[in-house]
């Protein structure tokens, strides 16, 4: 017996949400199966390789959970990179400033201190693509320049600017920057699928012209998104400077493409009003998998970049074929 058109649609459109699933589960097969062929040991069993695959997740996520709420509006943040290597630099100068003086209090008051500093750029990112109507491509390219020159300028004559702090590196030791990760994710999570700024999120990137109709304050909104953006890069410049014991200025250079790439991975349209946290956690992920597999199993690194690329392109690809589903339903 045959299936009707409308329940092969339906098939199809579900295999379409949830492809980026299956594809990390197929990942993780193949290389279970090539290491304990090859090996004789576990890939995902191994708690090192746990470790490090969840590590290299945690970096580009904290880009992309921010990265997120922009691509739903439909904008993309082309600065997050350099506003993460900005506050990367700003937490190791604002602790060298600070001499002795090695308390928790300080550490608190210095990260508080470098997110108000990052939320600077990405105040202006709002306020040049929602007030003045520059497109987020051309605003947001503009502040990676910015942003990219004012962290080497904070490092001073340096590269890297060293830093010294217990509390701080605690925050980089072991498992603490895969908890911080993971903390924030789900509450970004919940911000983003049980609050009203959330649906606000949605309602911007499936048509702005009906959210202002439905009373959203939608240039506001814009402008509290690319802030958010810009919050969860200096996160993760903290973050790396915790793990590195020093700032850098291009500490965030390679990570905005993988933080795009997880959040398109993980199902979000560029046109907006599709996409979830718990997506680009998928997409991180699937990164995180294939660049260390690849090192696993002794493939050239430069293969890395053919392979996520070829990933992006398949899931854009994918996108495109749900929306025809949905349309042809």
Same mark, same amino acid.
């Given at each position: ?89 700003? #937490?190791?100068?604002? !602790?060298?400033?600070?001499?002795? /003086? ?5 550490? =608190?008051?210095? *990260? @508080?201190? $470098? ?102 304050? #939608?240039?506001?909104? !814009?402008?509290?998104?690319?802030? /958010? ?5 200096? =996160?993760?410049? *903290? @973050?790396? $400077? ?88």
């Amino acid at each position: 017996m045959t299936s009707s058109p409308s329940a092969r649609l339906e098939r199809l459109a579900l295999v379409s949400r949830i492809w980026p699933w299956l594809f990390l589960t197929a990942l993780v097969v193949f290389f279970e199966a090539w290491s304990q062929i090859r090996v004789g040991r576990s890939f995902v069993g191994s708690l090192y390789n746990l470790q490090a695959i969840l590590l290299a997740a945690s970096a580009p996520l904290l880009l992309a959970i921010g990265q997120t709420f922009v691509i739903i509006t439909a904008g993309i943040d082309l600065s997050v990179g350099f506003i993460m290597g900005l506050a990367a630099v700003c #937490v190791a100068q604002f !602790l060298g400033w600070g001499g002795g /003086l090695h308390g928790n209090g300080v550490l =608190v008051l210095v *990260i @508080v201190a $470098t997110i108000v500093v990052c939320l600077i750029p990405g105040w202006i990112n709002g306020m040049l693509i929602a007030r003045l109507g520059v497109p987020a491509f051309i605003g947001t390219l503009g502040m990676y320049g910015v942003t990219r020159g004012a962290g080497f300028l904070a490092a001073g004559s340096g590269m890297t600017v060293p830093v010294d702090h217990a509390g701080l590196a605690w925050i980089g030791t072991g498992w603490t920057p895969v908890i911080v990760t993971g903390v924030l994710l789900l509450a970004m999570h919940f911000v983003l699928s049980q609050t009203r700024f959330g649906q606000y999120t949605y309602a911007i990137g499936g048509n702005q012209q009906s959210a202002a109709r439905a009373g959203i304050a #939608v240039k506001r909104h !814009l402008v509290l998104v690319y802030m /958010l953006s810009a919050a969860f890069a200096a =996160v993760g410049g *903290i @973050v790396y $400077t915790a793990r590195y014991s020093a700032g850098a200025a291009n500490a965030g250079e390679s990570l905005l493409l993988d933080s795009i790439a997880a959040v398109v991975i993980g199902g979000a349209s560029l046109f907006g009003g599709t996409g979830s946290v718990i997506g680009s956690l998928i997409g991180a992920l699937i990164i995180a998998v294939i660049q260390f597999g690849l090192i696993f199993i002794d493939v050239n690194a430069f293969w890395q970049f053919i392979a996520v690329g070829t990933v992006i392109v398949l899931s854009v690809l994918i996108d495109q074929t749900k929306d025809k589903l949905g349309n042809a339903a």
